[in-house]
């Protein structure tokens, strides 16, 4: 598995699992003299932590994240940061038996057939608890970009067949995230909460769709023709586990509307020329054009279901199986925090290759 | 503009402009000791060759790929493969006057504020014609694939509004090249068939969507948590002029499903446990499970347009534009080979990265 | 500062500054299933440990490898193996008032240019410290290998003038770790004893060279033309502290040889073809040949004088400077295992990308 | 054979055999609008090309670069620049038979451990021809380090036995390449001349080594602690064919000074701290402290002799060799040019990286 490092000058560094003593992560490339707003992080960390919406797994983690490197009386130091969180709620004993089942479309089966065994305690690697690295160095990351007018907010548009309304006013974190579900549309998030509570009382579970809006982004990152700016946010997004899609701009619907619709005339209004639609979603060609970047993430239903489920164990015996450890009914509202994260990874790791944040501050 | 190289192991390397004398790439990491099918390599250039389709630019290439490099008496040596194709037609006087303007949509405006001037000559790099490059190689690729018993074959699922049925059996290449829609659906393909003739009539132009299927890879391909085998395809897709959306197995569909219609329970048959239906998409956990892939990639309307549009002129004076050069009505049946192209590299490193293909064939 | 990641698909990533709570690294694409023999991995480190002869630094670390993930049971899982080593007697007091000056030699002047800050506590990521986490991580490294039949040994052939006789049959671990110079030549290490000894008194530092020999690795590895195996050998090596050389095979004293002399002609004995001399130290156009493979690495002295030197400080003004801090004579003899340590990646990196060794035991 | 690109976001691809129709290269993420000097770098490749010296092969090319892409109207487009180099004077009959045999010393040995295969015509990509590519690019990226203050320049200072002296003010390429052996010091250019008049009589060749200078490069360059500059510098010099070992500053001269003799203490003077001497050859801490650089490379001798040689063939029957192709008696007054690129490339690739040079020039 060689895969544990994102980023082509700003890199990040995953590493732990779900049921270790903790996961942490390293960040390399970040630009020195940077004063971290600690209270910040943890407040991301509060966002997407397990256990706060009851919807959620039961897991109680503090997250709180430990910093042991690369930052020197709250400045970095332009050495790489390191930073630990550590898993004080894993009980192993859960999982207990699990080892012996193949659980439906559960990242354990290939896991198994690529490394020569299942992690039996919780998914190991493929646990998302894993994001909690990415949301800690994505909160550090959005600091950084906030100093260049960049502010990222992401927020659920979709859960199982309930399609939310947000509009670009939507994206705002603050009220984003004191709601439960995510959720701006508080019509759409009360049938959401009403689809949740049947599923949850069924031992069922449902997916849905993660909105992301980016303000803020200069024209011109992106590196075409294979480093374009979308093809490193899809590739970041459709990292993040569970996700089964991505589009930006008009994105999928695109496909079925006209040139003569979906084209964005240019205007000159205030000495600029801009688009004077952004059905685009703020990148032309692979290089972001300085309008707002929007894109959408789908994510499936989470895997663990509390119903029963037809199955066979390791030895092919059909089995009947329920899955006893703490899981959400759905991932998505704890994923919007994520995708916060690594779009944040991915702006700021293209703002430094193009030279416009400075890769290191003398 | 450093994003020219594309893999992590398998590289390929493109260059080139819509315009110049001649377009070109290098593929790096290909094992040695391959005995190369050059007709195979003619046949996926002919499926992408521009002029085909009555939809389609009229620009005529004969496309033939020179090896330059790496190739010695029909084997490859394992030295860097590299190959040019020549540009023929290129008449950038269709473009002159044009570097005056910013066409709606089109990438040049993005490009300049990067690069700081419009390439005036048709596009430059973000012209379609630089797929040729990943045609080439990507037919290379998909011959040593298929020595490992992996085929890859795509089609056109969706044209505007018009969606076809395509069914696991459908993907034959030689039936879907043989349309010129690239489209197995012959009632959908003929609805495509009258709907672009309006369009081409008004000037305007549609999207589409692109399904692709590939057989045979075993289980375990793809690096978690990062590189995983669908990040790596979406980044692949993503890269390609005009795709807008990505998603694999029910994709954007999964949102709306529920776990236990979205779940793949375990069968045991034949001595093999494998899933007993594929929602999954043949990967889990980023890693594949052996089951067939399966992925779609939505395309937007081309930009130029054969109407009128109204944008201004590098001054923001607002002018109306009408486009002379030959141009597209709808992009996507040409990007069936690219997509297949982008695929196999991205399969091919991966199965390189894992060990199964050797890097080297000592 | 992006720099902190080694490798092609074996990458480590190393962290932590010398006055910090604690160093540590990453491990990434090790293979899964591989029995870990954790007393080795402490072998190295007390091999490595400062505080151990008599011309060294008098700190004293415990230097115990906590590893943190990626290990499971005694066996690599295949997910990045993480470990921690803490940092227990970093005194910063010693360094109090050193950040007003600039120490001749010293990294802290440039590490100011670039980060705009002088790391105040003993060098930061500057310090011989990290060189921990390379030993921990080449520790593991090279028991995977040894499983391939590859051995690597070090030692250090030249303190200051002294040059020791060092043949093949010199290069016994356990031999040389069993001297305090790490020096099998027991007459010439008598005589940098006693240089040493008289450095030590008068304050002063000196230099050395390390020499290395791998054996077993087969022929075939090495990517040439720009990955060659010597160049991401001496890319390892001078990346090491204080390394101001490094040379393969006959290295420098080649330049002065003729071609009838240095040539190693091929014989054939018990049915195998090679080279019956080696004077090409392994390495053939970038590619193992079969043969040991050796080269050297030059150190300079220790930068850090117990006697008064000459410098500015920060304001310019001349100062006599003496520096209290606990240092080494000669650092030479603990560059020993850091060079194995770098050597283990380097070839078990290549081991991986020829495919001879799979990236995953899967 | 996946080594044939160089660079962290300035990436130098080369492709091409030496009895190929050509040989030619890629160079990825060179800034924009940059108005090109064609003539200086007709200039370089003609100081590099074969048959210019009495000692040297008789191959003749013209080695003219054709720019392919990437180039518009003379500047730079942020394309990636993509070049060929015809080879005129193949003659592979000169090497007809020479695929029986191995010949000592030669990288066609190891090729055929590792890619299955001898390249029977004249060593392929292994051939002293592929530099080319590099010096082409290296001109190319020299001119833009100009613009920046940086001169970057290098000297024979060593044939076999015959060492040169080679003080700072030597370093004036138009003096030094005004010379038949590249050597400043006419005293040790005469002795050299009259050894290699002998050799070539003899049949026999030799070695020596390069020594380069950059001057202008600014502090806070490298990226520790594995990227370091001279980290870079090393893997680039000691990818050059024939490369048998690299230092920088007092190099192995280091490893037998004493700290008190080899420190470079600080001074205050024009309202600058800069060493008052520069035994660290202007890298500390593998960061660039504004003080030039100075670094050797050197180089075994040529393998092909005149002279008739002991070998085997490839069934390991002993054999007397004679190689009749027209080779070098010393490579390295053509390699001065090759460092010089090489150099070129690691400066401006880590000038980009720190964000001095500004990737894209928008």
């Given at each position: 598995m060689a895969g544990n490092i994102f980023g082509h000058i700003l890199r990040l560094v995953s590493f732990g699992e779900s049921h270790g003593p903790m996961i942490g992560g390293v960040l390399d490339g970040f630009p020195s003299n940077f004063t971290v707003d600690f209270s910040g992080i943890a407040l991301a960390m509060e966002r997407r932590k397990?256990?706060?919406?009851?919807?959620?797994?039961?897991?109680?983690?503090?997250?709180e994240v430990q910093f042991?490197?690369?930052?020197h009386e709250g400045k970095t130091t332009g050495a790489p940061i390191a930073f630990l969180i550590a898993n004080?709620?894993?009980?192993p004993a859960d999982y207990t038996g699990l080892s012996n089942f193949f659980r439906p479309s559960h990242a354990a089966f290939a896991w198994d057939k690529k490394y020569g065994h299942q992690d039996m305690r919780g998914g190991g690697r493929s646990s998302a608890r894993e994001t909690a690295v990415r949301v800690a160095a994505g909160a550090l990351v959005a600091q950084l970009l906030e100093k260049y007018g960049i502010t990222i907010s992401a927020c659920v548009s979709q859960i199982g067949s309930v399609k939310a309304a947000v509009p670009?006013?939507?994206?705002?974190p603050e009220l984003i995230y004191s709601t439960e579900l995510r959720c701006p549309d508080t019509e759409a998030a009360a049938l959401m909460d009403i689809l949740l509570a049947e599923l949850k009382s069924a031992g069922d579970t449902t997916g849905g769709v993660v909105s992301c809006r980016i303000t803020g982004v200069p024209a011109g990152i992106g590196e075409p023709v294979f480093d374009r700016l979308q093809a490193d946010l899809a590739k970041a997004m459709m990292g993040i586990n569970a996700a089964k899609g991505f589009d930006y701009g008009d994105g999928f619907a695109a496909a079925e509307s006209l040139g003569s619709a979906h084209n964005d005339p240019f205007t000159f209004a205030d000495n600029v020329i801009r688009p004077a639609s952004n059905h685009a979603g703020g990148i032309l060609g692979g290089i972001s054009t300085g309008e707002p970047i929007h894109f959408r993430v789908a994510f499936k239903p989470?895997?663990?279901?509390g119903m029963s489920q037809r199955t066979v164990d390791i030895h092919g015996t059909p089995k009947d199986l329920t899955i006893k450890g703490r899981h959400d009914v759905c991932i998505v509202p704890r994923a919007v925090p994520v995708v916060e994260a690594m779009a944040a990874l991915v702006v700021a790791d293209h703002m430094i290759m193009s030279g416009i944040i400075r890769h290191n501050n003398s």
């Open positions: 397990p256990g706060v919406g009851k919807f959620q797994t039961t897991r109680s983690e503090t997250d042991v490197s690369g930052i004080h709620d894993q009980r670009d006013n939507a994206f705002v989470v895997s663990s279901l």
